[in-house]
Protein backbone atom coordinates (compact mmCIF):
# COMPACT_ATOMS: atom_id res chain seq x y z
CA UNK A 1 0.00 0.00 0.00
CA UNK A 2 2.78 2.24 0.95
CA UNK A 3 4.23 1.90 -2.92
CA UNK A 4 1.55 2.55 -4.25
CA UNK A 5 0.85 6.21 -2.67
CA UNK A 6 4.30 6.80 -3.14
CA UNK A 7 3.86 6.12 -6.85
CA UNK A 8 1.02 8.54 -6.88
CA UNK A 9 2.64 11.06 -4.92
CA UNK A 10 5.91 11.63 -6.70
CA UNK A 11 4.51 11.00 -10.51
CA UNK A 12 5.23 14.72 -11.46
CA UNK A 13 4.83 15.70 -15.01
CA UNK A 14 8.23 17.14 -17.10
CA UNK A 15 8.21 21.24 -17.88
CA UNK A 16 9.33 22.82 -21.04
CA UNK A 17 13.43 23.46 -19.95
CA UNK A 18 13.95 21.28 -17.09
CA UNK A 19 11.69 19.78 -15.04
CA UNK A 20 9.32 20.57 -12.38
CA UNK A 21 10.35 20.61 -8.62
CA UNK A 22 9.09 17.28 -7.16
CA UNK A 23 5.54 17.79 -5.09
CA UNK A 24 4.84 17.78 -1.97
CA UNK A 25 5.17 13.93 -0.45
CA UNK A 26 2.11 14.96 1.37
CA UNK A 27 0.64 15.61 -1.90
CA UNK A 28 -1.71 12.40 -1.93
CA UNK A 29 -1.96 9.46 0.28
CA UNK A 30 -3.77 6.05 -0.76
CA UNK A 31 -6.23 5.24 2.05
CA UNK A 32 -7.33 2.08 0.52
CA UNK A 33 -8.03 0.51 -3.32
CA UNK A 34 -10.96 -1.96 -4.53
CA UNK A 35 -10.39 -3.90 -8.06
CA UNK A 36 -14.55 -3.65 -9.25
CA UNK A 37 -13.84 -4.10 -12.67
CA UNK A 38 -11.19 -6.38 -14.15
CA UNK A 39 -10.23 -6.29 -18.09
CA UNK A 40 -11.65 -9.14 -20.10
CA UNK A 41 -10.92 -10.95 -23.02
CA UNK A 42 -10.61 -8.53 -26.08
CA UNK A 43 -9.92 -4.97 -24.12
CA UNK A 44 -6.78 -3.54 -25.10
CA UNK A 45 -7.29 -0.07 -23.42
CA UNK A 46 -10.10 -0.37 -21.66
CA UNK A 47 -12.07 3.01 -19.77
CA UNK A 48 -14.13 3.77 -16.94
CA UNK A 49 -15.93 6.99 -17.33
CA UNK A 50 -18.59 6.63 -14.44
CA UNK A 51 -16.87 8.10 -11.87
CA UNK A 52 -17.87 8.43 -8.29
CA UNK A 53 -20.61 9.61 -5.70
CA UNK A 54 -20.01 10.32 -2.36
CA UNK A 55 -23.13 10.60 0.43
CA UNK A 56 -22.42 12.79 3.50
CA UNK A 57 -24.75 11.03 5.92
CA UNK A 58 -24.37 7.25 5.26
CA UNK A 59 -20.44 8.01 4.10
CA UNK A 60 -21.35 5.41 1.30
CA UNK A 61 -19.23 5.87 -2.00
CA UNK A 62 -21.49 4.39 -5.07
CA UNK A 63 -19.86 3.76 -8.55
CA UNK A 64 -20.76 2.35 -11.62
CA UNK A 65 -18.26 0.67 -14.05
CA UNK A 66 -18.01 -0.60 -17.60
CA UNK A 67 -19.49 -4.17 -16.94
CA UNK A 68 -22.46 -3.04 -15.98
CA UNK A 69 -22.38 -2.98 -12.12
CA UNK A 70 -22.96 -0.49 -9.50
CA UNK A 71 -20.87 -0.99 -6.49
CA UNK A 72 -21.82 1.10 -3.30
CA UNK A 73 -18.63 0.98 -1.12
CA UNK A 74 -17.90 1.70 2.61
CA UNK A 75 -15.53 4.43 4.61
CA UNK A 76 -13.40 1.03 4.91
CA UNK A 77 -13.56 0.08 1.35
CA UNK A 78 -15.40 -2.56 2.35
CA UNK A 79 -18.59 -3.75 0.06
CA UNK A 80 -21.96 -2.77 0.76
CA UNK A 81 -23.97 -3.56 -2.13
CA UNK A 82 -23.86 -4.49 -5.81
CA UNK A 83 -26.58 -3.58 -8.47
CA UNK A 84 -26.68 -5.29 -11.96
CA UNK A 85 -27.51 -3.65 -14.82
CA UNK A 86 -27.79 -4.49 -18.86
CA UNK A 87 -25.31 -2.64 -19.93
CA UNK A 88 -22.07 -0.11 -18.73
CA UNK A 89 -22.69 2.36 -16.31
CA UNK A 90 -20.69 5.90 -18.18
CA UNK A 91 -21.69 8.63 -16.42
CA UNK A 92 -21.46 9.31 -12.20
CA UNK A 93 -24.82 8.39 -10.47
CA UNK A 94 -26.89 11.09 -8.43
CA UNK A 95 -27.45 10.24 -4.98
CA UNK A 96 -30.39 12.64 -2.96
CA UNK A 97 -31.83 11.47 -0.21
CA UNK A 98 -32.12 7.46 -0.01
CA UNK A 99 -32.15 6.95 -3.36
CA UNK A 100 -29.22 6.62 -6.11
CA UNK A 101 -30.06 7.64 -9.71
CA UNK A 102 -28.04 6.21 -12.48
CA UNK A 103 -28.33 6.59 -15.54
CA UNK A 104 -26.90 3.41 -18.07
CA UNK A 105 -25.83 2.65 -21.50
CA UNK A 106 -28.76 0.08 -21.85
CA UNK A 107 -31.22 2.64 -22.81
CA UNK A 108 -32.32 2.81 -18.76
CA UNK A 109 -32.22 5.44 -15.42
CA UNK A 110 -32.53 3.05 -12.53
CA UNK A 111 -33.42 4.31 -9.17
CA UNK A 112 -31.80 1.95 -6.43
CA UNK A 113 -32.26 2.14 -2.81
CA UNK A 114 -29.13 3.74 -1.31
CA UNK A 115 -28.07 1.62 2.04
CA UNK A 116 -29.71 -1.38 0.28
CA UNK A 117 -29.06 -1.61 -3.48
CA UNK A 118 -32.54 -2.69 -4.07
CA UNK A 119 -34.21 -1.78 -7.08
CA UNK A 120 -37.06 0.97 -6.82
CA UNK A 121 -37.91 1.49 -10.45
CA UNK A 122 -36.10 1.68 -14.13
CA UNK A 123 -37.48 4.18 -16.58
CA UNK A 124 -36.82 2.64 -20.33
CA UNK A 125 -35.54 5.23 -22.47
CA UNK A 126 -34.64 3.28 -24.60
CA UNK A 127 -31.47 5.63 -26.04
CA UNK A 128 -28.18 4.74 -24.75
CA UNK A 129 -27.94 7.04 -21.35
CA UNK A 130 -24.24 8.05 -20.44
CA UNK A 131 -24.64 11.47 -18.82
CA UNK A 132 -25.03 12.45 -14.89
CA UNK A 133 -28.90 13.09 -13.88
CA UNK A 134 -30.01 16.44 -12.71
CA UNK A 135 -32.80 16.73 -10.25
CA UNK A 136 -34.95 19.65 -9.62
CA UNK A 137 -38.41 20.25 -8.04
CA UNK A 138 -39.06 16.19 -7.69
CA UNK A 139 -38.27 15.71 -11.13
CA UNK A 140 -35.41 14.20 -12.62
CA UNK A 141 -33.69 15.23 -15.87
CA UNK A 142 -31.46 13.14 -18.12
CA UNK A 143 -29.98 13.83 -21.22
CA UNK A 144 -29.03 10.40 -24.24
CA UNK A 145 -26.25 9.87 -26.08
CA UNK A 146 -29.09 10.19 -29.57
CA UNK A 147 -29.81 13.85 -28.86
CA UNK A 148 -32.39 13.25 -26.08
CA UNK A 149 -33.40 15.23 -22.75
CA UNK A 150 -36.36 13.06 -20.48
CA UNK A 151 -37.98 14.34 -17.37
CA UNK A 152 -39.06 11.67 -15.03
CA UNK A 153 -40.91 11.80 -11.65
CA UNK A 154 -38.23 11.31 -9.23
CA UNK A 155 -40.59 9.16 -6.87
CA UNK A 156 -42.14 6.74 -9.41
CA UNK A 157 -40.19 6.64 -12.03
CA UNK A 158 -43.43 8.17 -14.62
CA UNK A 159 -42.59 9.49 -18.01
CA UNK A 160 -43.15 13.53 -17.31
CA UNK A 161 -42.04 15.20 -21.10
CA UNK A 162 -39.09 14.63 -23.48
CA UNK A 163 -37.21 16.71 -26.13
CA UNK A 164 -36.26 14.92 -28.83
CA UNK A 165 -33.99 16.70 -31.38
CA UNK A 166 -32.75 14.77 -34.86
CA UNK A 167 -29.36 13.63 -34.63
CA UNK A 168 -26.63 15.81 -36.99
CA UNK A 169 -25.45 14.13 -40.45
CA UNK A 170 -22.02 12.78 -40.12
CA UNK A 171 -19.95 11.68 -37.50
CA UNK A 172 -19.96 13.54 -33.98
CA UNK A 173 -17.51 13.49 -31.05
CA UNK A 174 -18.14 10.36 -28.73
CA UNK A 175 -20.38 11.53 -25.66
CA UNK A 176 -23.08 14.28 -24.35
CA UNK A 177 -23.55 16.83 -22.20
CA UNK A 178 -24.82 16.61 -18.66
CA UNK A 179 -28.01 18.47 -18.66
CA UNK A 180 -27.67 21.75 -16.16
CA UNK A 181 -31.00 22.42 -13.91
CA UNK A 182 -32.09 25.65 -11.67
CA UNK A 183 -34.12 28.35 -11.15
CA UNK A 184 -37.32 26.35 -13.61
CA UNK A 185 -35.04 25.83 -16.40
CA UNK A 186 -33.52 22.65 -17.66
CA UNK A 187 -30.09 23.25 -19.92
CA UNK A 188 -28.92 20.98 -22.39
CA UNK A 189 -26.50 21.18 -25.31
CA UNK A 190 -26.14 19.15 -28.39
CA UNK A 191 -24.39 17.80 -31.01
CA UNK A 192 -25.39 20.32 -33.73
CA UNK A 193 -24.06 22.76 -31.55
CA UNK A 194 -27.43 23.94 -30.25
CA UNK A 195 -27.80 25.60 -26.45
CA UNK A 196 -31.52 25.09 -25.18
CA UNK A 197 -33.05 25.94 -22.04
CA UNK A 198 -36.62 24.10 -21.80
CA UNK A 199 -39.22 24.49 -19.00
CA UNK A 200 -38.31 22.30 -16.33
CA UNK A 201 -42.66 21.65 -15.72
CA UNK A 202 -43.64 21.26 -19.17
CA UNK A 203 -40.59 20.89 -21.21
CA UNK A 204 -41.46 23.50 -23.46
CA UNK A 205 -38.60 25.70 -24.87
CA UNK A 206 -37.65 28.76 -23.71
CA UNK A 207 -35.01 29.78 -25.50
CA UNK A 208 -32.67 28.33 -28.11
CA UNK A 209 -29.45 29.22 -29.19
CA UNK A 210 -26.59 28.19 -32.19
CA UNK A 211 -23.49 28.15 -30.08
CA UNK A 212 -20.87 26.39 -31.63
CA UNK A 213 -18.49 28.56 -34.49
CA UNK A 214 -18.41 27.03 -37.91
CA UNK A 215 -16.51 23.55 -38.43
CA UNK A 216 -16.85 20.04 -38.53
CA UNK A 217 -17.60 18.60 -35.29
CA UNK A 218 -19.78 21.59 -33.20
CA UNK A 219 -20.36 19.42 -30.37
CA UNK A 220 -21.27 20.79 -27.60
CA UNK A 221 -20.26 17.95 -24.95
CA UNK A 222 -20.18 19.91 -21.29
CA UNK A 223 -21.98 22.91 -19.81
CA UNK A 224 -21.88 24.32 -16.48
CA UNK A 225 -24.76 26.87 -14.73
CA UNK A 226 -22.98 29.27 -12.34
CA UNK A 227 -24.36 32.95 -11.28
CA UNK A 228 -26.91 33.05 -13.46
CA UNK A 229 -25.05 32.08 -16.50
CA UNK A 230 -24.51 29.29 -18.64
CA UNK A 231 -21.06 27.89 -19.81
CA UNK A 232 -20.18 25.59 -22.57
CA UNK A 233 -17.94 24.08 -24.67
CA UNK A 234 -18.22 23.36 -28.29
CA UNK A 235 -15.42 21.32 -30.00
CA UNK A 236 -15.88 23.37 -33.32
CA UNK A 237 -13.93 25.82 -31.20
CA UNK A 238 -15.38 27.97 -28.90
CA UNK A 239 -15.88 28.28 -24.92
CA UNK A 240 -19.08 30.75 -24.80
CA UNK A 241 -21.23 32.06 -21.66
CA UNK A 242 -24.80 33.22 -21.76
CA UNK A 243 -27.34 34.44 -19.73
CA UNK A 244 -29.38 31.36 -18.08
CA UNK A 245 -32.35 33.18 -18.46
CA UNK A 246 -32.48 34.71 -21.70
CA UNK A 247 -29.54 32.96 -23.72
CA UNK A 248 -28.42 36.33 -24.28
CA UNK A 249 -24.62 36.00 -25.05
CA UNK A 250 -22.22 37.68 -22.75
CA UNK A 251 -18.72 36.36 -24.19
CA UNK A 252 -16.67 33.84 -26.30
CA UNK A 253 -13.11 32.79 -26.40
CA UNK A 254 -12.36 30.85 -29.53
CA UNK A 255 -9.95 27.96 -28.28
CA UNK A 256 -9.68 25.04 -30.66
CA UNK A 257 -11.56 21.84 -29.86
CA UNK A 258 -13.06 22.67 -26.34
CA UNK A 259 -14.28 19.67 -24.42
CA UNK A 260 -15.55 20.53 -20.62
CA UNK A 261 -16.34 23.43 -18.43
CA UNK A 262 -16.43 23.06 -15.14
CA UNK A 263 -16.47 25.98 -12.40
CA UNK A 264 -13.87 25.94 -9.47
CA UNK A 265 -14.12 28.50 -6.73
CA UNK A 266 -14.52 31.35 -8.91
CA UNK A 267 -12.17 30.02 -12.13
CA UNK A 268 -13.87 28.70 -15.05
CA UNK A 269 -12.13 25.60 -15.84
CA UNK A 270 -12.22 24.17 -20.02
CA UNK A 271 -10.07 21.75 -21.09
CA UNK A 272 -9.73 21.39 -24.93
CA UNK A 273 -7.68 18.49 -26.87
CA UNK A 274 -4.43 20.52 -25.96
CA UNK A 275 -4.44 22.22 -22.84
CA UNK A 276 -6.26 23.24 -19.38
CA UNK A 277 -7.40 26.76 -18.87
CA UNK A 278 -8.39 29.14 -16.74
CA UNK A 279 -11.33 32.12 -17.63
CA UNK A 280 -12.56 34.55 -16.18
CA UNK A 281 -16.22 34.10 -15.57
CA UNK A 282 -16.70 37.90 -15.88
CA UNK A 283 -15.13 38.46 -19.30
CA UNK A 284 -13.55 34.96 -20.77
CA UNK A 285 -10.29 36.39 -19.76
CA UNK A 286 -7.04 33.79 -19.63
CA UNK A 287 -5.42 33.72 -16.94
CA UNK A 288 -3.71 31.24 -17.35
CA UNK A 289 -3.10 27.91 -19.46
CA UNK A 290 -1.30 24.32 -19.09
CA UNK A 291 -0.52 22.10 -21.87
CA UNK A 292 -2.76 18.92 -21.78
CA UNK A 293 -0.83 15.69 -20.94
CA UNK A 294 -3.61 13.24 -22.18
CA UNK A 295 -7.02 13.26 -23.50
CA UNK A 296 -10.03 15.21 -22.49
CA UNK A 297 -12.42 12.94 -20.25
CA UNK A 298 -14.18 13.69 -16.80
CA UNK A 299 -15.51 16.68 -16.00
CA UNK A 300 -12.36 18.69 -13.52
CA UNK A 301 -12.99 18.99 -9.80
CA UNK A 302 -11.60 21.01 -7.23
CA UNK A 303 -10.00 20.01 -3.72
CA UNK A 304 -9.11 22.88 -1.66
CA UNK A 305 -6.36 24.38 -4.02
CA UNK A 306 -5.56 21.33 -6.22
CA UNK A 307 -7.55 21.11 -9.27
CA UNK A 308 -8.16 17.55 -10.68
CA UNK A 309 -8.17 16.83 -14.41
CA UNK A 310 -8.96 13.54 -16.08
CA UNK A 311 -6.96 12.72 -18.77
CA UNK A 312 -7.74 9.68 -19.79
CA UNK A 313 -4.27 7.24 -20.18
CA UNK A 314 -2.34 10.00 -18.57
CA UNK A 315 -3.98 9.59 -15.32
CA UNK A 316 -5.50 12.20 -12.99
CA UNK A 317 -3.52 15.49 -13.34
CA UNK A 318 -3.61 17.75 -10.52
CA UNK A 319 -2.94 21.87 -10.72
CA UNK A 320 -3.02 24.40 -8.47
CA UNK A 321 -5.74 26.18 -9.20
CA UNK A 322 -4.37 29.94 -8.93
CA UNK A 323 -1.39 29.46 -11.45
CA UNK A 324 -2.45 25.93 -13.20
CA UNK A 325 1.30 24.72 -12.22
CA UNK A 326 1.25 20.98 -12.87
CA UNK A 327 1.78 19.16 -9.27
CA UNK A 328 1.38 16.07 -9.97
CA UNK A 329 0.15 12.95 -11.55
CA UNK A 330 -2.50 10.36 -10.05
CA UNK A 331 -2.57 6.71 -11.62
CA UNK A 332 -2.76 3.82 -10.48
CA UNK A 333 -0.67 2.40 -14.12
CA UNK A 334 -4.23 2.55 -16.28
CA UNK A 335 -4.83 5.85 -16.46
CA UNK A 336 -7.99 8.29 -15.54
CA UNK A 337 -11.26 9.09 -17.31
CA UNK A 338 -13.59 9.52 -14.89
CA UNK A 339 -14.30 12.49 -12.67
CA UNK A 340 -13.08 11.83 -8.98
CA UNK A 341 -15.70 12.16 -6.25
CA UNK A 342 -14.53 14.92 -3.33
CA UNK A 343 -15.49 15.22 -0.11
CA UNK A 344 -13.12 17.85 1.98
CA UNK A 345 -9.50 16.18 1.79
CA UNK A 346 -10.81 12.76 0.89
CA UNK A 347 -11.04 11.92 -2.87
CA UNK A 348 -12.38 8.99 -4.38
CA UNK A 349 -10.31 7.93 -7.99
CA UNK A 350 -11.74 5.56 -10.27
CA UNK A 351 -9.07 3.92 -12.48
CA UNK A 352 -9.44 2.96 -16.07
CA UNK A 353 -8.47 -0.40 -14.53
CA UNK A 354 -11.57 -0.54 -12.62
CA UNK A 355 -9.62 -0.03 -9.47
CA UNK A 356 -11.47 2.56 -7.07
CA UNK A 357 -8.65 4.69 -5.04
CA UNK A 358 -9.72 6.28 -1.82
CA UNK A 359 -7.14 9.02 -1.43
CA UNK A 360 -6.14 11.63 1.22
CA UNK A 361 -5.32 14.91 -0.05
CA UNK A 362 -3.02 17.61 1.14
Same mark, same amino acid.
Given at each position: ??????????????????????????????????????????????????????????????????????????????????????????????????????????????????????????????????????????????????????????????????????????????????????????? !????? $??? %? *? #?? +? &? @? /???? =????????????????????????? !????? $??? %? *? #?? +? &? @? /???? =??????????????????????????????????????? @???????????????????????????????????????????? @?????????????????????????????
Amino acid at each position: MLGLALALALAAPAAEGGRLPPPPRTLQQVTWFRDLAGKTLGEWRPEEPGGAAHDRVTKLVVVGTRDGWLHALREDGSLAWDFHGDGPFAAEPLIDGDTVYAACKDGRLYAVGLTTGKERWRYEAKEALGTRPALLGGTIFVASLQDSVYAIDAASGAWKWHHRREPREGFTVQGAASVAAAAGLVH !AGFSD $GSL %V *A #LD +A &A @T /GAVR =WERHAAPRGDYPDVDSLVLSGGRLY !AAAFS $GAV %V *A #LE +A &A @T /GKPV =WQVETPEASRVAMAAGTLVAVTTRSVLGLSPVDGRILWT @TPLRGTPAGEPRLAGRWLLVPEGAAGLQVLELASGRPMGVIDGG @TGVSASPALEGRQAWVLSNGGRLLSLRLE
